[in-house]
């Protein structure tokens, strides 16, 4: 309290001073409300220093982002024509795992079966495929879990208990349309963006 | 900044007076870790832990450094030069493995010296500055370590930072542009590779500046010691120069047995063997783990599997690994006891060895083991402990404790310890 009370004597004291010092600008400048030139200056030039400083660290912040040459590889075009019903394709988009599948009228059948209301994350297999291509489910190869690749996409491997994917790590199992249903893992699979440029042509990204 | 009775620096020749005028930093020296800091006369082999670790941080800079020399950040030789380092580089395999096995010795002599100031009440007023900067270093450290762990590039490098640049994707909303941000791309690859070098070798370097902060915070009330009584007379304390010198000394050749043991005749021991296979981001090892000393932070990770008031399960563990360290932060307001040492605290001390020290060992144990039962189950129990541990025992325990008397000072509970000496003061 003390000390306080100290504080404010020295301060008092030097608004005082700064008063009797700055007495010829004030007539000169106006002084109203205890706002001196001085004062101005000191903001405009922080101010001024701070927009500087925001305006260099924006680049130096936006460096670490992608950079062009990984941008660049930000799509990919896949040909299907090649996979048979029940077969899948392992490729890359984005240095990641893209499982493309050709789903038979049976996984078709067993991913609409389920009640969506079932699910862990509440999507049909219409949803996750695009009108028209029911038969071709598009998905990330990247566990939501904890990003391992699951296993079910190469032949031989194994499929899980909904017969679609099984994340090994951590034993996550997707069915048919790539959807969880078993397991840690928080979401579907995921579906990137993409579109069938021709029948058999897809472009993802 | 220290007491009274500190022997005062006396330049012995023209040359050290000529410096004195100039440049006093003999002097800064002698008063910071030579004659000129007095220091509690009770100190056991625990306090060794502080210029241990310290010794352990000059090892990984110089060892780094070297590395530094023979390393290429660049994805699709990474692997290869550190297998150049291993076989082609003059004594290229001792400097690796003096450097990966430096980082485990660090590792054990930061957690002994943490576990010394949880048992010793090292982090109570007045010393809570101490405490933080502490944890700030740990932070740093932990960040340190994974980065280093990415650059050889194998299987366990990049899954691993896969797993832990995935964990900021669990925050909603911004979660993936921060993991893209970090990454520099999709995925782990040639830019997440390099700035990770970059960072790797700056941080050790923002590590000894907060560790020149740590020990000024420190020399302000003087070290703590075991009987957690202040110091009150000059009886109580010897210079650190030649007592805390030599007794160190005798820590620090320990260290280096040990050290020398692990580099010469295990260094693989805490490695993982699928970090001598390339990284490949299209197949996944079958477990993935971190190093050693991230397993009880990993196991809390994992210990949440179900979702809770729409929180999904994912973020809930990566929150209550943050919060895992966070929560020390506040140990100081937490366990509000008058008495530090956990020697006069028959309760506190039973809580420690029986709960929190078993706890953490549990912990570890877990995260390092497959993510399947029983592991889950222990891990969230052990999880579940570690928490109520800091949160709710130690309040309780600082309300209800009956903490047995305390010795008047530090010299008396010397020689209480050694009946018949006589007192006679410190030399």
Not at chain 2, 146 to 170: C, D, E, H, N, R
Not at chain 2, 290 to 319: C, H, M, N, Q, S
Request: charged share 15%; glycine share 8%.
């Amino acid at each position: 309290m003390d000390r306080k009370a100290g504080w404010a004597k020295v301060e008092s004291g030097i608004m005082e001073s700064m008063a009797s010092l700055t007495e010829d600008s004030a007539t000169a400048g106006g002084d109203q409300g205890g706002v001196r030139r001085r004062d101005f200056i000191n903001v405009a030039a922080a101010s001024f220093a701070g927009v500087g400083a925001v305006s260099v660290a924006l680049p130096l912040i936006n460096q670490m982002n992608p950079s062009a040459d990984v941008l660049a590889e930000a799509s990919t075009e896949v040909d299907v024509s090649a996979i048979a019903p029940g077969q899948a394709i392992k490729t890359i988009f984005r240095k990641q795992p893209l499982f493309v599948r050709h789903l038979t009228p049976a996984e078709i059948a067993a991913a609409e079966k389920v009640p969506t209301s079932e699910l862990r994350d509440p999507q049909s297999l219409e949803d996750r495929t695009k009108a028209g291509h029911k038969q071709w489910l598009v998905t990330m190869g990247v566990c939501t879990h904890l990003g391992c690749v699951p296993l079910g996409a190469a032949a031989g491997e194994v499929k899980g208990e909904f017969g679609g994917y099984f994340c090994p790590c951590h034993g996550s199992h997707y069915d048919t349309a790539g959807r969880i249903r078993k397991g840690p893992a928080p979401t579907n699979l995921m579906v990137p963006e993409y579109a069938f440029t021709s029948p058999t042509v897809i472009k993802v990204g | 900044m220290s007491f009274p009775w500190a022997n005062e620096y006396k330049p012995s020749n023209a040359f050290t007076r000529y410096l004195d005028e100039r440049l006093p930093l003999p002097r800064f020296v002698y008063n910071a870790v030579g004659a000129g800091y007095p220091v509690p006369r009770n100190l056991n082999y625990f306090w060794n832990f502080g210029v241990l670790a310290g010794v352990a941080l000059m090892v990984q800079i110089v060892t780094g450094i070297v590395l530094a020399m023979h390393y290429a950040a660049e994805g699709t030789i990474a692997f290869a030069s550190v297998e150049h380092i291993m076989r082609d580089v003059n004594a290229g395999w001792f400097i690796r493995y003096a450097h990966a096995n430096g980082a485990s010795m660090f590792f054990i002599v930061v957690y002994t010296h943490i576990f010394r100031g949880l048992f010793y009440g090292s982090y109570k007023p007045p010393r809570e500055m101490v405490w933080h900067l502490g944890l700030v270093i740990f932070l740093l450290m932990m960040a340190t370590a994974f980065m280093g762990y990415v650059l050889p590039w194998g299987q366990m490098s990049f899954w691993g930072a896969k797993v832990i640049t995935g964990l900021f994707g669990a925050i909603p909303l911004v979660g993936e542009p921060i993991q893209t941000w970090l990454l520099g791309g999709f995925a782990p690859d040639n830019a997440a590779l390099n700035r990770f070098f970059s960072l790797h070798y700056l941080l050790p370097f923002v590590i000894l500046g907060v560790i020149i902060l740590h020990i000024w915070a420190l020399h302000i009330p003087g070290s703590s010691n075991p009987t957690g009584v202040e110091v009150k007379s000059e009886q109580d304390t010897v210079p650190f120069h030649p007592y805390y010198t030599a007794k160190d000394g005798v820590g620090v050749a320990a260290f280096f047995l040990l050290f020398a043991s692990l580099v010469f005749f295990a260094p693989n021991m805490l490695g993982h063997p699928d970090n001598y296979i390339p990284a490949n981001p299209m197949s996944t090892p079958a477990h993935i783990v971190p190093e050693w000393y991230f397993w009880p932070f990993y196991a809390i990770l994992r210990a949440f599997t179900v979702d809770f008031f729409f929180i999904p399960a994912k973020l809930l563990g990566v929150l209550a690994m943050f919060a895992s360290i966070l929560l020390l932060f506040f140990l100081p307001w937490l366990d509000t006891s008058a008495v530090r040492s956990g020697h006069y605290r028959p309760l506190f001390r039973k809580f420690f060895w029986f709960g929190l020290v078993p706890c953490v060992i549990i912990l570890a144990w877990c995260g390092g083991a497959p993510a399947e039962e029983p592991y889950v189950i222990i891990s969230q129990i052990a999880s579940a402990y570690y928490f109520a541990h800091f949160l709710i025992i130690l309040p309780i325990i600082a309300r209800v404790e009956t903490p047995k008397p305390l010795p008047n000072s530090i010299t008396e509970a010397v020689l209480a310890n050694h009946a018949g000496t006589k007192l006679q003061p410190a030399e």
